[in-house]
């Protein structure tokens, strides 16, 4: 699918794997609208990814243009660690329901109203309107200690993959998701060197962290081939979380 004088949408994207794809697709040609609660790209939205009405305003907005809706990349999420015994007591019942509204609820909100716009576009030659991308985790599949509620949503993402897929296929809508392991991003920097030598270590090869832009690269592997769709694709090399 081309990216030249279209339109798209990134979540998340003022910081991170975000701000990396926001730049990636610009930089190919594409008009990015950044959703963000932080103001993020020059045509950076305020939009809270669990309100509904937010996200129909922002999408209305990106779709409104001269440029066609065709890409549209979930990034946003949070990341919150708990047990579900833990020296408190039991895990809080509303941080668990907050990791899946934004992680999960927020990912499907954005990706069922900016369908619904995409579906309205017409086709290219090859039948095609647009591609949603969400980003799940490898917690996804390998949670660790105190992951509950962020391995649930992410397990929620990739989940839904295939059957998005299957509902857009007939608006010519491909759904694929992607499964990083453990990237460089902010919330990276807050924990210590010692620990993230740590982490390092335990991926086979490339013995280091992701890059938000290996991130961003592999999204527009995803644009550019049509075939791909209704699957997760792991970003983690070759790693396989340990339960702690």
Not at 15 to 39: C, E, M
């Amino acid at each position: 699918m081309e990216l030249a004088g279209t339109a798209a949408i990134v979540t998340g994207a003022a910081s991170g794997l975000g701000a990396a794809t926001a730049a990636a697709l610009t930089a190919r040609g594409a008009r990015v609208y950044g959703f963000d609660l932080q103001p993020s790209t020059a045509d950076g939205l305020i939009v809270d990814v669990t309100d509904p009405s937010s996200v129909a305003a922002a999408v209305t907005r990106a779709a409104g243009g001269p440029e066609p809706l065709r890409t549209v990349v979930n990034c946003a999420g949070i990341a919150p660690s708990e047990r579900i015994l833990g020296r408190k007591g039991p895990h809080d019942l509303a941080r668990y329901a907050k990791v899946i509204q934004v992680n999960l609820v927020g990912s499907f909100n954005v990706l069922t109203l900016a369908a619904e716009a995409i579906a309205q576009t017409t086709a290219d030659d090859h039948g095609q309107r647009g591609v949603v991308v969400n980003t799940a985790s490898v917690a996804a599949f390998e949670g660790q200690v105190g992951q509950a509620a962020y391995a649930s949503s992410k397990g929620g993402i990739a989940g839904l993959t295939l059957p998005a897929a299957r509902d857009l296929a007939q608006y010519g809508i491909r759904v694929m998701t992607i499964a990083p392991g453990i990237m460089e991003t902010p919330m990276m920097e807050t924990v210590s060197e010692e620990y993230r030598k740590g982490l390092a270590a335990g991926v086979p090869f490339p013995n280091r962290f992701g890059t938000a832009d290996e991130y961003a690269n592999l999204v527009l592997s995803i644009v550019d081939n049509d075939y791909l769709n209704g699957t997760v694709i792991r970003l983690d090399g070759a790693l396989r979380m340990a339960p702690r």
